[in-house]
């Protein structure tokens, strides 16, 4: 029999343009897809290009999502500025991979699981000494990757490509789903999207979002959601999320 989300109300809280995807998967999986973005991303100043060093000596480049790959490619694009074949790209995921490969380049490095420590633990970053490392990124978040590289001797070039903002609030559309209790569980695939949602529902609500299951893609979101007062959160791959809302609603 085939599996059915059997009209799950589940609220994605990715950013516009980035929720359709998913929202299309939980529709033909029958659920309700509930967009609500949490996030809103933007390119950031262009001061980086004069940071980017000559990439013939460049011997590693890390990309931290698709986002950094979007913003940071289309970037070198518009300024004329060609890939090389000979660098080591690596994505920390799939998703990151697939983004490369939009723009005609092939990731030769992807962890097991999208995670800082898991792309840290690749064998080709373990010996940096005097070897320089580009590292695509978005505005704030974690440090451990940059602290790392650098302890094992990389030269790094940490290029911020992209901000991460709050996004415009729809005050009918937060107000309904608290008073309706439209909601059967939450989506967050970022600790600053759980963060935002707070914030975008007035406080009186927030007992209602804490009580609400949550489903996150890493043990470290797991934590900032437990920290968030989230009473219950389901851990899944990013890759998975379909399949661990039918083991949900089964």
């Given at each position: 029999?085939?599996?059915?989300?059997?009209?799950?109300?589940?609220?994605?809280?990715?950013?516009?343009?980035?929720?359709?995807?998913?929202?299309?998967?939980?529709?033909?999986?029958?659920?309700?897809?509930?967009?609500?973005?949490?996030?809103?991303?933007?390119?950031?100043?262009?001061?980086?290009?004069?940071?980017?060093?000559?990439?013939?000596?460049?011997?590693?480049?890390?990309?931290v999502s698709p986002n950094a790959v979007h913003y940071a490619l289309s970037q070198l694009e518009?300024?004329?500025?060609?890939?090389?074949?000979?660098?080591?790209?690596?994505?920390?995921?799939?998703?990151?991979?697939?983004?490369?490969?939009?723009?005609?380049?092939?990731?030769?490095?992807?962890?097991?699981?999208?995670?800082?420590?898991?792309?840290?633990?690749?064998?080709?970053?373990?010996?940096?000494?005097?070897?320089?490392?580009?590292?695509?990124?978005?505005?704030?978040?974690?440090?451990?990757?940059?602290?790392?590289?650098?302890?094992?001797?990389?030269?790094?070039?940490?290029?911020?490509?992209?901000?991460?903002?709050?996004?415009?609030?729809?005050?009918?559309?937060?107000?309904?789903?608290?008073?309706?209790?439209?909601?059967?569980?939450?989506?967050?695939?970022?600790?600053?999207?759980?963060?935002?949602?707070?914030?975008?529902?007035?406080?009186?609500?927030?007992?209602?979002?804490?009580?609400?299951?949550?489903?996150?893609?890493?043990?470290?979101?797991?934590?900032?959601?437990?920290?968030?007062?989230?009473?219950?959160?389901?851990?899944?791959h990013p890759d998975r999320m379909i399949s661990t809302l039918f083991d949900y609603k089964d």
């Open positions: 029999m085939k599996q059915s989300l059997c009209g799950l109300r589940i609220l994605n809280t990715r950013p516009q343009g980035q929720a359709q995807q998913l929202s299309q998967e939980i529709t033909a999986a029958g659920g309700v897809a509930i967009e609500c973005p949490a996030l809103e991303l933007a390119a950031s100043d262009t001061d980086w290009l004069d940071s980017l060093p000559d990439l013939n000596q460049v011997h590693h480049a890390i990309f518009q300024n004329n500025i060609r890939w090389l074949g000979q660098i080591n790209t690596i994505a920390i995921g799939k998703g990151t991979a697939k983004a490369l490969n939009s723009f005609q380049i092939q990731a030769n490095d992807i962890p097991e699981m999208p995670d800082s420590e898991h792309l840290l633990a690749l064998e080709t970053l373990e010996q940096l000494k005097n070897q320089t490392v580009l590292l695509f990124k978005g505005e704030g978040g974690r440090t451990l990757i940059e602290e790392s590289l650098r302890a094992r001797g990389a030269e790094l070039f940490s290029l911020v490509v992209y901000q991460r903002k709050m996004p415009v609030i729809q005050p009918q559309l937060i107000y309904s789903l608290w008073h309706d209790d439209a909601v059967d569980i939450i989506l967050f695939t970022s600790e600053q999207s759980m963060r935002n949602l707070f914030k975008m529902f007035d406080r009186e609500s927030h007992n209602w979002l804490r009580h609400k299951p949550c489903l996150v893609i890493s043990e470290r979101l797991a934590r900032e959601a437990s920290l968030l007062g989230m009473k219950k959160i389901i851990i899944s």
